[in-house]
């Protein structure tokens, strides 16, 4: 049984997908979720929907039994991951697990992100159980940055603080087809994975696309992080969220974002998906 939690979140789905593709039977597929009846459409595919929360032991524990691989997808809730994570992995012991695989942070032991901090303790929990298991260091997801396509539209500029920071994202499909790889192929425990797109590029890049593509001048305006941030908050955005992706831009602009290994497309097999190919979609 492979056991995939987070399953109904928008990478677990995707997870599922890659994993029936690579002609893994529904029947040998456990979504663990935390909410059962949002996994309806799963459960109608032949795949085990299980009660799993990161927050509840005993609900992993029954959740992951009988798994000979598990996929612990990162928490959402950030600095809750690190409980929540080890209880995951307690969890996993308990049950005998053969192997898991963990999605952490691009270059998750030398970031300057924020949000690697969780990540690196979360990983050193993995090393110090003895459990089998990989890693996925995961870089940005373009979808990330599409999600203030729209607004630049409205505004007529694209801001951020990465400067001219190159960022090495990738769709989350690509990382959700990585993913079930791990799980389907031999020989992956002991295994770090730093994943990141083929091609890089600068928000100035990102906001010269958006133009080409919709026939509208939309400059990139950079911004220093505080400027940023408190834009984003006038937004609307909550301040934690805020305050996050300030910090990603900042750390962009330090590299945080870039690596050139091509690992990501080496291990699905094909090339990543590019951003030109996933803007015509928030376009209109």
Do not use: C
Not at 242 to 271: K, M, T
């Amino acid at each position: 049984m492979i056991v995939v939690t987070g399953a109904t979140g928008q990478l677990g789905r995707l997870v599922i997908q890659s994993l029936l593709q690579r002609q893994v039977p529904a029947s040998r597929i456990v979504a663990a979720v935390r909410t059962p009846a949002k996994a309806a459409d799963l459960a109608a595919q032949g795949i085990v929907v299980r009660q799993a929360d990161y927050s509840q032991p005993e609900s992993l524990r029954t959740a992951f039994a009988g798994a000979e691989k598990v996929l612990l997808i990162s928490s959402s809730e950030v600095g809750q991951r690190l409980p929540q994570h080890r209880n995951a992995i307690e969890a996993a012991q308990a049950a005998g697990v053969g192997l898991l695989a963990y999605t952490s942070l691009l270059h998750a032991d030398a970031s300057p992100l924020g949000l690697a901090e969780e990540h690196r303790q979360s990983e050193a929990l993995l090393r110090q159980s003895g459990l089998p298991h990989v890693i996925l260091r995961n870089g940005w997801y373009t979808e990330n940055y599409l999600a203030s396509v729209a607004p630049a539209l409205q505004h007529g500029a694209y801001i951020g603080a990465a400067g001219e920071g190159r960022i090495a994202s990738a769709a989350r499909a690509d990382y959700a087809e990585a993913a079930a790889a791990v799980l389907t192929q031999p020989d992956q425990a002991g295994k770090v994975h730093e994943l990141a797109g083929d091609t890089a590029y600068t928000l100035a890049d990102l906001a010269a696309a958006i133009t080409r593509l919709s026939g509208r001048a939309v400059p990139y305006v950079n911004l220093s992080q505080a400027d940023f941030e408190a834009a984003l908050l006038k937004a609307g955005l909550p301040a934690p969220l805020a305050a996050l992706l300030a910090d990603s831009d900042a750390a962009a602009a330090r590299g945080a974002l870039f690596d050139d290994q091509h690992q990501l497309s080496r291990l699905i097999g094909r090339p990543t998906t590019p951003l030109e190919a996933l803007l015509p979609s928030v376009l209109g």
